[in-house]
């Protein structure tokens, strides 16, 4: 792995202002993401790793701002924040490292521009967002949200991005990353009055939010029957961007390989949990993943030495 001044370099970055900006994005991913930028940093080749970088940042720095307080005062943060964007990337001034770096790496990734659109389109949906009355619901946050949050990283590694076949891999990864999330993070969101399971999925399991929080015996043994169901349909959707690993160009395959297999042992992490999530959430299954990363990492070496030769 190239040290950060040298990815700096490959990546092209010379003036010193603008690497000030990126060291600025690179602290703050790996402060408030430590294990994805472990895998980006091992995993990509570093003329991608700062506009990756940067993208994260981004992606992380709106949800924080629209995230807390109440949904008048996220309204208007969102609404603050996508001025401020807009502004900066017609190229008027901003005091925003952060979006001095996002500037830059859309004149090197023109594509990235369409999908920032979107992703500050879609914000609204997560600022008022209390949980899903169906399925339907459900899907409607992963159009609007998810799906451009994902874009924002992946529209970077591939040749195609715009493609049908390459969104749908990218949908369906994210909706069951979005699935295993709201599982596993369900103690933590019934203490805040939300729930990412749909209520008419409830329902079929004559269950209630409340039943859920008190997490009496019966609600337990009910939670029991619908963790696996709901796992069934976040591997479907796993199994359904496979074919990502080879429409992306050869130097994400690594991380995109890397990303599939850790949702994969996310997931036997839920389901060996299962009704005791309703307690809190499951630990990441470190030595298991480090096991990943150390094998994409060889992975990924050998074919940029293959490359240099």
Same mark, same amino acid.
């Given at each position: &792995?190239?040290?950060? $001044? ?32 472990? %895998? ?9 790793? @700062?506009? =990756? ?5 981004? &992606? ?10 109440? =949904? ?20 008027? $001034? ?23 659109? +979107? ?15 169906? +399925? ?27 493609? +049908? ?11 069951? &990353? ?46 029991? %029957? ?5 796992? %069934?349909?976040?591997?479907? #959707? ?15 395959? $690594? ?28 630990? @990441?299954?470190?030595? #298991? ?21």
């Amino acid at each position: &792995m190239a040290g950060w $001044p040298a990815t700096l370099d490959r990546a092209g970055i010379t003036d010193p202002s603008l690497r000030r900006d990126y060291t600025e994005q690179r602290r703050l991913v790996a402060r408030f993401a430590r294990a994805e930028y472990i %895998a980006v940093r091992l995993l990509l080749p570093p003329s991608l790793v @700062p506009d =990756v970088l940067a993208a994260t940042a981004f &992606m992380h720095h709106t949800d924080d701002r629209i995230d807390q307080g109440p =949904v008048a005062e996220r309204v208007g943060a969102l609404a603050a924040w996508d001025g401020q964007v807009r502004a900066a990337l017609a190229g008027g $001034p901003t005091d925003e490292p952060l979006l001095r770096a996002l500037r830059h790496t859309i004149t090197r990734h023109p594509q990235l521009e369409s999908y920032v659109g +979107e992703f500050l389109a879609g914000a609204g949906a997560d600022v008022d967002w209390s949980g899903f009355a169906t +399925e339907r619901d459900f899907q409607d946050y992963i159009d609007a949200y998810s799906l451009p949050a994902f874009m924002l990283l992946t529209c970077l590694l591939a040749p195609d991005t715009g493609t +049908e076949a390459y969104v749908a891999g990218c949908r369906s990864f994210i909706e069951a &990353m979005q699935r295993l999330d709201f599982l596993d993070d369900i103690a933590e969101d019934l203490s805040h009055g939300r729930l990412g399971i749909p209520q008419d999925t409830l329902a079929r399991h004559g269950l209630t939010d409340r039943d859920l929080a008190e997490a009496g015996p019966a609600a337990r043994t009910a939670f029991a %029957a619908l963790v696996p169901e709901q796992l %069934a349909l976040a591997r479907t #959707a796993l199994t359904a961007s496979y074919d990502l690993v080879e429409r992306v160009a050869a130097p994400g395959r $690594p991380l995109v390989r890397a990303l599939l297999t850790l949702q994969e042992l996310r997931a036997r992490t839920v389901e060996r949990k299962g009704a005791a999530l309703l307690g809190g959430a499951t630990r @990441p299954p470190l030595a #298991a993943a480090l096991g990943v990363l150390a094998r994409e990492y060889r992975a990924a070496r050998s074919r940029r030495l293959a490359v240099r030769v």
